[in-house]
């Protein structure tokens, strides 16, 4: 008790820095980048200053970028030519995101991580994440798994390091995780979006990848913002079916769905700091409202705090510079 107790005694100077008991790194960080293979010009993308489309041709160039930075993996979306009902670009060998895996990995190697975003709202010109059955308005869930485990032998075929099925379909780690194994890749690990929730914060992206829907939303697949022992049955599931790490997303908002799923399951654990989150933080400081780099590097660390290994964010290469100065 005070005043035997002091808790200011331990915090000051390299006192303090002795005492910390989280650290954000380089190495927790993920670099997620579009490309899209209907530009031969980068286009900003105007609800995410600083986040851009990039064509096709300079995919390596996006790459680079966060390499040069020491980040250690990206994470890939592509907004393909052409759409249709079954998302039919989402799976060619040379369709935007093959193409763009394999020349990274030409150049990167080992030394850069690729890791794929697995779902088919991109590709599908209605922009539901599955095979739609028009009559009902359904997304129609086990039609969709044989086409998800077609998109993740081709994202592995072209070299992807690691799949993010982010589909939020019912037995969809099951049905990659066979697939990948019949066709020579069971070692190809399952970055699980395992706790996605039908969140407003991905606002943003949908205008970043092109991925709105013509009707509904996404939650009738997507998990209610307003459950917690949900995502533990969610997650459970996809465990039991295979995934080698898991994901909460969105970040902020969800921290205390990050710390239940990293003490009950103990997996790797990925946060994605969402669209929404990121053009809050750019909004709120290009109003002169908020100190841009100090409040990612605080929202990043909080993340860390709850349980994250990994965090998912578009400021990935400025927290990069950031960490390197500090
Ligand atoms: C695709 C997907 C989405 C995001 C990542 N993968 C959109 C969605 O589910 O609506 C959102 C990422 C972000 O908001 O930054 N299924």
């Keep these: 008790?005070?005043?035997?107790?002091?808790?200011?005694?331990?915090?000051?100077?390299?006192?303090?820095?002795?005492?910390?008991?989280?650290?954000?790194t380089v190495n927790d960080l993920i670099?997620?980048?579009?490309?899209?293979?209907?530009?031969?010009?980068?286009?900003?993308?105007?609800?995410?200053p600083g986040v851009s489309r990039w064509p096709l041709a300079q995919a390596v160039d996006a790459a680079r970028e966060a390499y040069d930075l020491g980040i250690p993996a990206v994470l890939i979306f592509g907004i393909p030519k052409t759409k249709d009902a079954e998302g039919k670009s989402a799976y060619g060998d040379d369709d935007v995101v093959q193409a763009a895996v394999r020349a990274i990995k030409a150049e990167f190697g080992k030394d850069l991580i690729v890791i794929t975003?697995?779902?088919?709202?991109?590709?599908?010109?209605?922009?539901?994440?599955?095979?739609?059955?028009?009559e009902t308005h359904d997304v129609v869930n086990d039609l969709t798994l044989p086409i998800l485990g077609k998109i993740a032998v081709s994202h592995a075929k072209a070299g992807a390091d690691i799949v993010a099925p982010s589909g939020m379909m019912d037995g969809m780690i099951e049905a990659i995780r066979s697939a990948l194994d019949e066709n020579g890749f069971e070692n190809t690990p399952i970055m699980s979006y395992s706790s996605k929730y039908a969140s407003v914060f991905y606002g943003p992206f949908r205008d970043a990848a092109d991925s709105g829907f013509c009707f509904g939303d996404r939650s009738e697949y997507q998990m209610d913002p307003a459950n917690s022992d949900e995502a533990i049955r969610e997650t459970e599931l996809d465990v039991l079916e295979g995934a080698d790490m898991l994901?909460?997303?969105?970040?902020?908002?969800?921290?205390?769905?990050?710390?239940?799923?990293?003490?009950?399951?103990?997996?790797?654990?990925?946060?994605?700091?969402?669209?929404?989150?990121?053009?809050?933080?750019k909004a709120a400081a290009a109003n002169g409202w908020l100190d841009e780099e100090k409040a990612f590097y605080e929202a990043c660390l909080s993340m860390k705090r709850a349980g994250a290994d990994m965090i998912i964010t578009y400021y990935a290469k400025e927290l990069a510079m950031i960490l390197a100065e500090k």
Excluded at 122 to 129: F, I, K, L, N, P
Excluded at 265 to 274: H, K, R
Aim: hydrophobic letters at 40%; glycine letters at 6%; aromatic letters at 12%.
């Design 1 to 24: 008790m005070f005043p035997q107790t002091r808790m200011r005694r331990l915090r000051y100077g390299k006192l303090k820095d002795m005492v910390r008991e989280n650290t954000l």
């Design 31 to 48: 670099y997620p980048f579009f490309v899209d293979e209907t530009t031969d010009k980068k286009i900003d993308v105007a609800s995410m």
């Design 117 to 134: 975003d697995l779902c088919m709202c991109e590709y599908t010109d209605h922009g539901h994440c599955g095979i739609v059955n028009f």
């Design 247 to 281: 994901m909460v997303k969105p970040g902020m908002p969800y921290l205390d769905i990050v710390y239940r799923i990293k003490q009950e399951f103990g997996l790797p654990l990925a946060v994605y700091q969402v669209s929404g989150e990121y053009a809050m933080i």
